[in-house]
């Protein structure tokens, strides 16, 4: 199969994720995979490394090469970031669902995440921003949806259905992604993606590549591919779901058929990790100015550390259980714009933190979390980045064994600076209420 897809390329797209989650890439000539495929590029200048140090090399991990369907002579390959031949970079987002799996294979466990992507295609987008007169944008819909029955969600026919086919096909025949399932969500123009349960390097993997061919399609038909939480107001908003199991060997640790819903201690456990840690997860999940504008109650996204079976209104929600293989948690807060690798293994240590100090998760919540009266602020996701940020400062030692000290310092400093730029710049809502005080 390598070799069919080598004779077709001349030139490689060699991708690599920085700190904050953007996809980035350098292209080269390809020649053959008997030599590496290497790259060299400024760190100083994706944020990894200081101007003082600043040189990083990509190595590609060959696995992934593929071809690009609408670019008959090119490929993309997935690269891990070294220091040098030799030595990692500390920095590498990569590097921490690996050191991840490795930290997990001593205890004879995997771990297995599956993702739901959601995200919107319109049909334009047009922002302009030239402080300080000019700020504002416009969208223009594929699609309106309405309320209730006047819903778009999973309608047998919509305006982005040829799109949809178009992105899983090409996503299976040309990038090796197994997709379980896609529809159109209940909001305007939004769509979902969910991507097959596998390794956390993987699914990260597979996040940004999904991330890439939606918005090149979407592009080759004149739309735009959105992947930030919040565009639409009054609307749902995109998550990431990331649904969670642990297995040793062909046993899944979070099954028991004694349990009614089937969920074993160790699952429960797991979840306690999460609600434990969910205000500091928060920073690497939701990890955008605008991720907070999804977290708010009554459209479907989680506003509380709270779990429940089946129930959408959680943080954590346990699926309906039908055998051993299906037996995972749901965690709720993640949304697109999230670092797939640092968001993923960060969920699994949470987790893992919960199994080994035995942190009970409570009661499962059997009503909407959004009638829950005055909940206490450590029960309560943080309402903004700053807010989430500060937690991880304070409630981030559970990440040690796989994310470098370096990796958090350089990512918690970045977001901070975004913070920062973009809470300055008023919204046009801003305006509408308050001019005329």
């Not at 969500?185 to 940004?208: C, F, G, H, R, Y």
């Not at 009054?234 to 998550?239: L, P, W």
């Amino acid at each position: 199969m390598l070799r069919t897809i080598e004779r077709q390329i001349e030139w490689v797209e060699m991708h690599y994720t920085d700190v904050v989650g953007r996809l980035r890439s350098t292209s080269v000539p390809y020649r053959d995979s008997e030599r590496p495929l290497v790259a060299r590029v400024d760190g100083s200048s994706v944020g990894i490394s200081d101007i003082s140090d600043s040189d990083a090399v990509l190595v590609a991990d060959v696995s992934t090469l593929s071809h690009i369907p609408w670019s008959s002579e090119w490929g993309r390959v997935v690269c891990d970031i070294y220091r040098d031949v030799k030595s990692r970079h500390p920095v590498d987002s990569r590097l921490v669902t690996q050191k991840l799996e490795e930290y997990l294979k001593g205890s004879g466990v995997e771990a297995l995440v599956g993702v739901e992507v959601e995200f919107f295609v319109f049909k334009s987008l047009k922002a302009a921003f030239v402080p300080p007169v000019s700020a504002g944008y416009r969208i223009e819909l594929v699609d309106r949806a309405g309320a209730k029955l006047l819903s778009n969600y999973q309608m047998a026919s919509d305006g982005l259905r040829s799109y949809r086919v178009e992105l899983v096909d090409t996503l299976s025949k040309f990038f090796s992604i197994k997709v379980s399932g896609h529809h159109h969500e209940v909001a305007s123009s939004q769509l979902e993606l969910d991507i097959e349960a596998s390794s956390p390097t993987k699914i990260a993997d597979s996040v940004q590549t999904v991330k890439y061919v939606a918005k090149s399609l979407a592009e080759l038909r004149g739309f735009k591919a959105v992947f930030m939480p919040k565009p639409v107001c009054y609307e749902n908003g995109s998550g990431m779901h990331v649904h969670a199991s642990l297995w040793r060997g062909p046993k899944n640790l979070f099954y028991d058929d004694g349990d009614t819903h089937g969920l074993s201690q160790t699952a429960r456990y797991f979840i306690g990790g999460l609600l434990y840690h969910v205000r500091a997860l928060a920073a690497l999940v939701a990890p955008t100015v605008n991720s907070y504008r999804r977290l708010v109650p009554g459209f479907e996204s989680p506003v509380y550390s709270v779990w429940g079976y089946r129930n959408r209104s959680a943080a954590v929600r346990v699926p309906l259980v039908s055998g051993e293989r299906h037996a995972r948690v749901e965690f709720r807060p993640p949304d697109p714009t999230a670092n797939p690798y640092l968001a993923l293994a960060a969920i699994v240590m949470a987790g893992l933190d919960g199994i080994r100090k035995s942190i009970d998760p409570g009661d499962p919540l059997n009503e909407s979390a959004y009638e829950l009266p005055r909940v206490p602020k450590e029960r309560r996701l943080p309402s903004s980045l700053t807010e989430a940020l500060g937690e991880l400062l304070s409630d981030g030692d559970f990440l040690k064994p796989v994310f470098t000290d370096e990796l958090l310092e350089r990512y918690i400093e970045a977001k901070e600076r975004e913070a920062v730029e973009v809470i300055a710049v008023p919204a046009p809502i801003e305006f509408l209420k308050y001019h005329d005080f």
